[in-house]
């Protein structure tokens, strides 16, 4: 299994202009999922802002790509329930931002066909942090129409990356498209 932070979904037919526009960013990888990439990149941050730096400047560049999501966390997994357990705690350092939020998580599940369950999957982890929330003592309201925040999983195979979005960034970072 490849390390990686950012998951990019292609636009067909332009898979090779999208390789071209990435690889100066770190390790490109083809994965076995139909115009899905990964990248592992130093900093996620940076590599965002320079590429949207980079689309700014040269438009054209940006019909490659159809959708660019970076994770600040990653972990590996064997069975649903196993996804689950690592899930729940890749979001409990996530709690207290989302305290007085609208939010809701988001999943883009590649492989684990009849397995894993995005929807399913969306609910339970929505589910996990309004509880974590209470017991807190503080409230936050799942919210699809009009989210303060958006919690993005994305799954390749068997590993997953999870990353937390303000509205704000992704006003800033349209490629960034998790509904």
């Known amino acids: 299994m490849r390390n990686w932070n950012v998951v990019v979904t292609v636009r067909e037919p332009r898979f090779a202009q999208a390789w071209h526009l990435l690889a100066p960013y770190g390790m490109l990888h083809k994965t076995e999922f139909y115009n899905v990439l990964t990248l592992q990149v130093s900093d996620t941050a940076a590599f965002l802002q320079d590429l949207h730096r980079q689309l700014g400047q040269q438009p ?14 990653r972990f590996e997994f064997q069975s649903p329930a196993a996804f689950e357990e690592q ?49 807190r003592g ?11 925040m958006i919690i993005a999983v994305e799954t390749v ?9 303000s509205r704000e960034a992704l006003a800033r970072y349209p490629l960034v498209k998790l509904d």
């Open 138 to 148: 503080a409230t936050a309201t799942v919210d699809f129409d009009d989210p303060d």
């Open 87 to 135: 899930a729940r705690a890749a979001l409990v350092p996530w709690v207290e931002r989302l305290a007085g939020q609208r939010f809701h998580v988001r999943m883009h599940r590649r492989g684990f066909k009849g397995r894993l369950s995005s929807q399913e999957e969306e609910r339970f982890l929505d589910g996990f942090l309004l509880q974590c929330l209470a017991e």
């Open 60 to 73: 054209e560049l940006g019909e490659s790509v159809a959708r660019v999501v970076p994770v600040s966390t």
């Open 157 to 165: 195979g068997q590993q997953a990356g999870l990353s937390l979005w």
